[in-house]
């Protein structure tokens, strides 16, 4: 049988056809879309990081927002006090004031023997004595709040600031991610055009060659002297019968019953090595350019002529000797 191992023993010598543009096509086509599916796994961390950080800075944001609204509160909680205990204070001393009146008795339940304005400048002095102290401590507690929840609103002002810096970086990573998306869809559609057009290409490669090789085998068979065209063709299709054309070496008429008992169309069990000669398709493929019958290539030996295979045969034998097949026939 002709094995593979002719194929790099021979390549030196054989011409090898430009790779298709179809080919090229498909190839770029799916390291772009490898590419694309790289760039958009990259944008879908990025975006997770913004989402981190923005969850971040909003927590921040509404702790501050706490802290301001307890500081607040805590500036109307002073204000309230004070307030109720100057009335509390105004209201004790009116109180005392009027059980206490000196036209009355001639002297005040709670200020004693004393006179009407003694007794006046006492009840004013009660009156507003401790409010001024009370209300300056009040202004400088109301102060310190008023500093503390100015320094809050700022840092806020900061926080909100840097997570809608972050919610405008998290969108932008979104919105590229639909565009990678997007790119990504086209360059798979134009994958699967591009691969359908290649398998279409080799078909009708394949479909051009049977036809060039029915074509050759009906000029062969018209050729021949005295021979009609059914006759011929019945000759070629018989197991075990040769075209002749050209003549076989004695080494490869040996080969042919070997292999084969002559069976142009004959197959192995396993479907590697195929026609008279039993060539696998590699094989048959370097020898169909080194015949100088490129129309021959990927077509299954044992579908072209028996005259084809001969030419193969003898093109092969020119080539590289006995080597290719390992059969009795070898005289070493």
């Given amino acids: 049988m002709v094995g593979l191992g002719l194929v790099t023993m021979i390549t030196a010598t054989v011409f090898v056809s430009p790779r298709p543009v179809a080919a090229d096509q498909v190839s770029n086509l799916k390291t772009e879309a490898t590419q694309i599916s790289r760039d958009l796994v990259l944008e879908q961390l990025q975006i997770g990081t913004y989402q981190q950080k923005y969850d971040v800075d909003l927590a921040k944001v509404q702790q501050d927002e706490a802290e301001i609204g307890s500081s607040q509160k805590q500036i109307q909680a002073d204000t309230n006090q004070v307030s109720r205990d100057r009335k509390q204070l105004q209201s004790e001393v009116v109180s005392a004031y009027v059980n206490g009146d000196p036209e009355v008795s001639g002297t005040g339940a709670l200020f004693g023997n004393l006179t009407e304005s003694a007794t006046r400048a006492m009840y004013e002095e009660v009156v507003?004595?401790?409010?001024?102290?009370?209300?300056?401590?009040?202004?400088?507690?109301?102060?310190?709040?008023?500093?503390?929840?100015?320094?809050?609103?700022?840092?806020?002002?900061?926080?909100?600031?840097?997570?809608?810096?972050?919610?405008?970086?998290?969108?932008?990573?979104?919105?590229?991610?639909?565009?990678?998306?997007?790119?990504?869809?086209?360059?798979?559609?134009?994958?699967?055009?591009?691969?359908?057009?290649?398998?279409?290409?080799?078909?009708?490669?394949?479909?051009?060659?049977?036809?060039?090789?029915?074509?050759?085998?009906?000029?062969?068979?018209?050729?021949?002297?005295?021979?009609?065209?059914?006759?011929?063709?019945?000759?070629?299709?018989?197991?075990?019968?040769?075209?002749?054309?050209?003549?076989?070496?004695?080494?490869?008429?040996?080969?042919?019953?070997?292999?084969?008992?002559?069976?142009?169309?004959?197959?192995?069990?396993?479907?590697?090595?195929?026609?008279?000669?039993?060539?696998?398709?590699?094989?048959?493929?370097?020898?169909?350019?080194?015949?100088?019958m490129p129309q021959l290539v990927n077509v299954p030996p044992n579908e072209a002529t028996p005259a084809e295979q001969d030419d193969l045969a003898i093109a092969l034998y020119d080539a590289d000797g006995e080597q290719p097949w390992d059969d009795a026939c070898r005289t070493s």
Wanted: net charge negative; charged share 15%; glycine share 8%.
């Fill in 128 to 292: 507003t004595g401790d409010i001024p102290i009370t209300i300056d401590s009040l202004h400088t507690d109301e102060n310190g709040l008023r500093a503390e929840r100015a320094t809050l609103v700022q840092q806020e002002a900061r926080d909100q600031a840097t997570t809608d810096q972050e919610a405008t970086l998290a969108n932008e990573a979104r919105q590229t991610e639909v565009q990678l998306a997007s790119k990504q869809s086209e360059i798979t559609g134009n994958l699967a055009v591009a691969v359908a057009q290649q398998q279409a290409a080799q078909t009708a490669a394949a479909t051009a060659a049977v036809r060039a090789a029915e074509a050759k085998a009906a000029a062969a068979a018209s050729r021949g002297s005295g021979t009609s065209a059914a006759s011929t063709a019945a000759q070629a299709s018989a197991p075990g019968t040769s075209s002749g054309d050209p003549a076989l070496p004695p080494f490869l008429r040996c080969v042919l019953q070997a292999e084969s008992g002559g069976n142009y169309q004959d197959v192995s069990p396993g479907g590697t090595y195929m026609g008279g000669f039993q060539f696998s398709q590699a094989t048959w493929n370097e020898a169909a350019e080194l015949a100088g």
